[in-house]
């Protein structure tokens, strides 16, 4: 699995952004997948996540009520649609490959470039 996020810009509060992670390999649909998301000094932190088939998934934190994510393994894709957004929103938001044991999430792929939200106020 080799995802790459997109989808990221410059937007005022209280505006929609649709992010996507895709995938040119063929292994897509097996993988649960979650969003994380690092603001500059601050920890790298989850946002959601999503089981294999879609049918399950949470967002977290700050986020829950604004965000919803999605995948459509037909298309080898997963998004974020993120609405009211604002300041805080503002960072580098990642897809990776996930495992839940648990209540516990595990990053179990690599992190790529990411792309870059930035909420004005």
């Known amino acids: 699995v080799q995802l790459v996020e997109s989808g990221g810009g410059l937007v005022q509060a209280g505006d929609s952004l649709t992010l996507s992670c895709t995938d040119s390999?063929?292994?897509?649909?097996?993988?649960?997948l979650g969003w994380y998301r690092q603001a500059p000094g601050k920890r790298r932190e989850l946002v959601a996540v999503?089981?294999?088939?879609?049918?399950?998934?949470e967002v977290v934190g700050s986020a829950k009520g604004r965000f919803t994510i999605s995948r459509d393994n037909a298309k080898n894709a997963m998004y974020l649609q993120m609405n009211s957004l604002k300041p805080e929103d503002t960072a580098v938001y990642y897809c990776?490959?996930?495992?839940?044991?648990?209540?516990?999430?595990?990053?179990?792929?690599?992190w790529g470039q990411g792309t870059q939200v930035t909420v004005s106020s």
């Open positions: 999503i089981n294999t088939d879609g049918s399950m998934s």
């Open positions: 390999g063929t292994s897509f649909s097996s993988k649960p």
């Open positions: 990776t490959t996930i495992v839940v044991i648990g209540s516990e999430v595990r990053v179990t792929g690599s």
